[in-house]
């Protein structure tokens, strides 16, 4: 074929449609938006019921993950997600389901070789670069502490 | 009115997300790891303290703010344990987070079935 | 043993072998697309009753087996040989199904392009007189497929509008050196062509040129066009890839009128949310065995060419950032001799 590589790419880039931007962002606000509106009042009911600020901020984070593993359990984030894209990847709810759904998939291969090795394939390494750039800013602010006047 | 900048603030954050997805070839994965890291970056930086006062729960709830939470952690242990605390401190910060994920995905795993989406 | 013509990559067979029947079976959303008709079984549960979905794609393959062998009236003890292949890693769908089906087994990988694959291995060798009656299966499971693949079921992903929707569904061909019709006439086996393709999500595209280079060189060999066809049919290129197709084969002198895709007749894109069309060994495979071959018994269709396409990659190579080199073979299918 006379075809080049670069007149395909130029053709592909023709005939692939593109994600429609406009609909895809206003789901993602919303939904992602509700999500962190529900955080707020969880977090403000936890505070009224007497709960330190840093408790009560740990106890929302914990209902958002139960909640979302719920819901991943019951195959509905999925649902939610086809339609809302990063407005339910974003929050931790997000972060929940990429833990929990693997754990479900992979239950047929064991509690330890599934459960156990696969909980994490999605999400750590979220925790993997998150804690390394925070041992990083550990290292840097032990160093520039005294400069702070700290 | 925290209630309003929870959900303005929030669906902000998701909203760039969005915009990464769609414009960018970037993978949900490559995109939480961006958001941890970038909230580790922008807590040190001291710009994500200001936004998660005044927006609550719409800035600590996305990733964002789960690096925010590792890079104040850090911090705190630096001040307590000197050094060491650089190693202690994220993970102490965020054990809540991830401790909840992962007996939420036991529990799941034991009561629950992988199910077709057809 | 007539001595065969190959010309080019094709091979014509001058005693086109008959085929005895078929079977297709497929899932709950093939139950609710367009040609759900045309399959011989549906289960809406998509498990098979089975508790994993590898063993319920291996089951779904059983089945689909046992129910082209009773349509043809053949016994397994009178095959000679079987071809079969699917999407699960080192080919277990296919494996699992032959331990219960006594019958010499060649196990295939081509990707989605398996079908045509195994149909022209099974027509060459008894063509080639090496075999009375053989068979050609092949198989893919959305779930099987998606969670080896892709990510778990339940992990909350965006598809992107270029992505297309792994089939659950099987399709089988029982082949004889003596029978009516329809009948293979020839074979052209692909050559593996990359355009330099990188997306996972868009393999319509990856595999378009594959598609075109096998049909142009069919066309060369044979010396016809393609209008000559009631029909040509291209494997699982979507929306996307089809459009590529035209274009290609329109900018290498070819005219295209009378195409279609296995991945667009499948489902129904506006009803079934399957964004760029179906994909899958069974998607090509089920079309061919509950649409194209049911026409060309009943002499609604005389001549078509089936031309399956596959997408080479795996997760690794993906992953290590390689393109996605594509293949497609084609056969030539017939109402008459």
Known sequence: MKLSKQEYDQMNKQASPKSKLLPDCLWAFFVGGAICLLGEVLRTLYGRWGFALTDAAALTSATLVALSAVLTALGWYHKLATKAGAGTLVPITGFANAVVSPAIEFRVEGLVTGVGAKMFVIAGPVIVWGMMASVIWGVIYYFIRPLMGG | MHFLWAFLVGGALCVIGQLLIDLTAMTPARILVLYVVAGVVLSALGWYMPLAEFAGAGATVPLLGFGHLLAQGVVDAVERHGLLGALTGGFSAAAGGIAASLVCGVIASLLSKSKDQS | MQMQNKKGDTLFFRTPPSVLGYAAVGGKKESEGPL??????????????????????????????????????????????????????????????????????????????????????????????????????????????????????????????????????????????????????????????????????????????????????????????????????????????????????????????????????????????????????????????????????????????????????SPTTFMQKESIPGIAHLVLLGSGK
């Open chain 3, 36 to 313: 759900a008709d045309g399959f011989d079984v549906l289960d809406t549960d998509t498990t098979f009753g089975e508790k994993t979905w590898e063993q319920s794609e291996s089951r779904m393959q059983a089945i689909c087996a046992e129910t082209a062998l009773k349509k043809s009236g053949v016994t397994p003890k009178e095959l000679d040989c079987l071809f079969a292949g699917d999407l699960e890693n080192q080919c277990t769908a296919s494996n699992y199904t032959m331990r219960d089906l006594p019958v010499p087994f060649v196990g295939l990988y081509n990707a989605c392009a398996t079908m045509a694959e195994g149909l022209g291995l099974a027509a060459a060798f008894i063509a080639g007189g090496l075999a009375q009656r053989t068979m050609a299966l092949a198989s893919s499971h959305f779930c099987a497929a998606e969670r080896q693949y892709r990510f778990p079921l339940e992990y909350g992903g965006k598809r992107t509008p270029t992505s297309q929707w792994t089939a659950t569904a099987s399709g089988g061909v029982v082949l004889g050196s003596v029978g009516g019709p329809p009948y293979v006439k020839a074979v052209t086996f692909g050559r593996v062509i990359d355009y330099g393709i990188k997306d996972i999500n868009n393999m319509g595209a990856a595999m378009a040129p594959a598609a075109a280079h096998t049909l142009l060189t069919f066309l060369k060999d044979s010396g016809r066009q393609p209008e000559e066809f009631d029909r040509i049919f291209t494997g699982d290129l979507g929306a996307v890839g089809s459009t590529l197709l035209e274009e290609i084969c329109e900018k290498e002198g070819v005219k295209l009128t009378n195409h279609s895709d296995c991945g667009l007749l499948l489902y129904d894109r506006e009803q079934q949310q399957v964004d760029a069309g179906g994909s899958g060994v069974g998607c090509s495979a089920s079309v061919l065995c509950s649409h194209i071959l049911p026409q060309l018994k009943s002499g609604k269709l005389r001549e078509v060419l089936f031309i399956a396409t596959g997408a080479l990659m």
